[in-house]
């Protein structure tokens, strides 16, 4: 059984910065690609960053390009989504995933519960 839990998520100013957190297994962290995504209210789960099993490749979103930085934790068994220059639309519930590396929610079979990211103004 694979599980996912995120961590690091809370209210923070426009500008401020946040590192997420998911920790997962052993055999999950080495064996399969991860990824973040967030769902704002109303609006569908997007892609935001990836990065492959092996950490030798990562990818952004558009928004999250410049920003954003994904990166893994052998050690902890953690994948992390360091976010700086935070932007009210930024706000929402991000939620880890493991699979196959790509922008699209169905190439990840398996997610954490989500934590929530709010950015006020």
């Known amino acids: 059984q694979v599980q996912l839990v995120e961590s690091g998520g809370g209210l923070v100013q426009a500008g401020d910065s946040l590192k997420l957190s998911c920790e997962t297994s052993?055999?999950?962290?080495?064996?399969?690609?991860m990824a973040w995504f967030r769902q704002a209210p109303g609006q569908e789960r997007v892609f935001v960053a990836a990065?492959?099993?092996?950490?030798?490749?990562?990818y952004y979103s558009n928004s999250a390009k410049g920003r954003f930085t994904i990166f893994r934790d052998n050690e902890k068994n953690t994948l992390n989504l360091q976010m700086s220059s935070l932007r009210t639309d930024d706000t929402a519930v991000y939620y880890c995933?493991?699979?196959?590396?790509?922008?699209?929610?169905?190439?990840?079979?398996?997610w954490g519960q989500g934590t929530q990211v709010t950015v006020s103004s």
């Open positions: 052993r055999r999950t962290f080495i064996n399969y690609d």
């Open positions: 990065i492959t099993y092996d950490a030798y490749n990562t």
């Open positions: 995933a493991a699979g196959s590396t790509g922008d699209r929610a169905f190439l990840y079979p398996y």
